[in-house]
């Protein structure tokens, strides 16, 4: 396919999406609270969102607020995030980017890719999930699903998995407009419809337009 006919297939994409998805929304359960999808993003490396709202549950009933959670003794926070895998890491991460967020910016969460980067744990998926929900600012979430479903869609070779390119590639393909809530909605049909291991493929409703369903 050309770019031409790539940008015009991602645009009838995005527009059947609509009408299965018609509201978009986060997976992540975060209760509109800049903060909360900060730390939820970071347990979500490796991990399904289902589980991270589980454990979340736990963890903001226990540190309800940004400075509880950047007060906490480590040991708990890593006790109640274990199930999310790699806990020792995220904890870390979790417990210094909310003592970032509370001293030096107020509480505030940056509106800006660079210095969003600068959280521990923080890289461009996470950045962009932040930037999108919180502020409507445009960007690609390349997660696993937004990955694995473009793929099949033919906007590149099904077997790249590189976060980064796929940003760039879904950047130049997608209206900046719709990017963020196409990411969530791919989440959606990827857990209905288009699952890793068992595409339902004969009752998909892009099948027509899917490179993976020819092969």
Not at 115 to 120: K, N, S, V
Not at 135 to 150: K, M
Request: aromatic share 6%.
């Amino acid at each position: 396919m050309t770019v031409t006919q790539k940008r015009a297939r991602m645009a009838d994409i995005v527009e059947r999406l609509k009408k299965i998805y018609p509201r978009s929304v986060c997976a992540l359960e975060y209760g509109g609270e800049p903060w909360r999808l900060l730390i939820m993003g970071r347990l979500s490396a490796q991990c399904t969102d289902a589980r991270v709202n589980i454990v979340c549950r736990e963890l903001f009933a226990r540190f309800p607020t940004l400075s509880d959670i950047a007060d906490a003794d480590i040991a708990e926070i890593e006790q109640i995030i274990r199930p999310c895998g790699l806990y020792r890491t995220k904890a870390a991460s979790v417990k210094a980017s909310c003592i970032k967020l509370r001293d030096e910016f107020g509480g505030v969460l940056p509106r800006d890719m660079d210095t969003l980067l600068t959280f521990p744990g923080v890289g461009r998926k996470i950045a962009n999930l932040l930037l999108g929900d919180i502020y409507g600012i445009p960007g690609i979430v390349a997660d696993t699903h937004c990955i694995r479903l473009c793929g099949r869609f033919g906007m590149y070779e099904e077997a790249l998995s590189d976060p980064a390119r796929v940003e760039k590639i879904l950047s130049g393909l997608v209206e900046p407009a719709e990017q963020t809530d196409l990411c969530h909605r791919l989440v959606q049909f990827g857990r209905d419809t288009c699952t890793a291991r068992a595409p339902k493929c004969g009752e998909c409703p892009l099948a027509d337009i899917c490179e993976h369903n020819k092969i």
